[in-house]
């Protein structure tokens, strides 16, 4: 059994399929990348995987099923969740959102919140800044260090490079690869830019209109017709 596994679930709000029998398997250390059109049912089903939704189906994560947790519980057991909307705390300091991710994993606080400035050392160096007044990009970093702070087994990132210059997204780039590298942290990530995906991921899955379309590994999804017409413009 894999790490994660995603079997079969469905989504509705309303009478309107969000996901319709998705399946999803991430490995332990594997980065696994979601790709799709905006409205594709990416960030529903990242909500499902940590307990946001109302869905049919299975989750299982190193053997326990998801579905019968809170979102509280899911974390506990090691999942972070970094999610394109942020939902960070715009009046509170940088630390103190920091602090907020850490609330499941108190005991690992001071190591974790070093490893975070050593990750992204804007956030140190505005720690007593409120989060407001920061960019889109230190918004990013402060969000996945959030996330990192709750001492992760698997990470799942949603959108990190959506409105951020080339720059940033090499950044994030590498923090994600160096979290993988150094702490062996599972990482599942959804991006509507492609090639950020392709770059990072070990296997990639094409999520539309909320059904798997196509999976595999990069070098053979380059090459598919599809995938080069649709998102490449070739």
Do not use: W
Not at 127 to 150: D, F, H, K, W, Y
């Amino acid at each position: 059994m894999a790490f994660l596994e995603v079997k079969d679930i469905q989504v509705f709000y309303g009478k309107a399929c969000s996901l319709n029998h998705v399946s999803v398997r991430v490995e332990k250390g594997a980065v696994v990348g979601i790709i799709g059109p905006n409205g594709a049912g990416k960030s529903t089903l990242l909500d499902s995987i940590i307990g946001l939704t109302d869905c049919r189906g299975e989750i299982i994560f190193d053997g326990i099923d998801l579905r019968e947790l809170t979102s509280t519980e899911i974390v506990r057991l090691g999942i972070g969740y970094a999610p394109e909307r942020r939902n960070l705390f715009p009046f509170m300091a940088v630390k103190e959102n920091l602090l907020v991710g850490a609330y499941c994993a108190r005991k690992e606080m001071e190591t974790n919140l070093k490893m975070v400035y050593e990750m992204f050392p804007i956030l140190e160096k505005r720690q007593n800044q409120e989060s407001r007044t920061m960019s889109g990009g230190e918004l990013q970093m402060l969000s996945l260090g959030r996330a990192v702070m709750s001492n992760p087994k698997l990470l799942m990132v949603d959108e990190p490079t959506l409105g951020l210059a080339p720059l940033v997204c090499l950044e994030i780039s590498r923090v994600l690869m160096g979290l993988r590298a150094r702490n062996g942290i599972a990482i599942l990530i959804t991006e509507q830019n492609v090639n950020f995906a392709l770059r990072l991921s070990e296997e990639i899955y094409l999520l539309e209109t909320g059904r798997v379309k196509m999976k595999g590994v990069p070098e053979e999804l380059k090459k598919e017709t599809y995938i080069k017409e649709t998102y490449f413009g070739v």
